[in-house]
Nanobody, 124 residues
Framework: QVQLAESGGGLVQAGGSLRLSCAAS????????MGWFRQAPGKEREFVAH????????YYADSVKGRFTISRDNAKNTVYLQMNSLKPEDTAVYYC?????????????????WGQGTQVTVSS
């Protein structure tokens, strides 16, 4: 089992920045590929970014490419999502997810473990 706990969400003005963190426990973190997803009210959960187990490979949704950066610190069992130049359309609950493979995936159903989510609200 893997337990995931997100933090770092909040209210920010458009153009601002936030850094989300996701702390993992219960399984060797280095053996997990990690992803970030988000879900806005009335919309389906959508892919944001993923990172491979050692951090050498990352992938982003087109909507966040160039603004968001995913990274991980395996010594701290934590994955991060640095979000810059935030837009009102980035408002959503952000979830981190883990899968026991080398590389991540853009498909939510490929992840077995999920956090509870953290709210990000971007005001215009």
């Amino acid at each position: 089992q893997v337990q995931l706990a997100e933090s770092g969400g909040g209210l920010v003005q458009a153009g601002g920045s936030l850094r989300l963190s996701c702390a993992a426990s219960g399984r060797t973190f280095i053996n997990l590929a990690m992803g970030w997803f988000r879900q806005a009210p009335g919309k389906e959960r959508e892919f944001v970014a993923h990172i491979s187990w050692r951090g050498g490979s990352t992938y982003y949704a087109d909507s966040v490419k160039g603004r968001f950066t995913i990274s991980r610190d395996n010594a701290k069992n934590t994955v991060y999502l640095q979000m810059n130049s935030l837009k009102p359309e980035d408002t959503a609950v952000y979830y981190c997810a883990a899968r026991t493979t080398v590389v991540g995936s853009a498909r939510a159903h490929d992840y077995a473990y999920w956090g509870q989510g953290t709210q990000v609200t971007v005001s215009s």
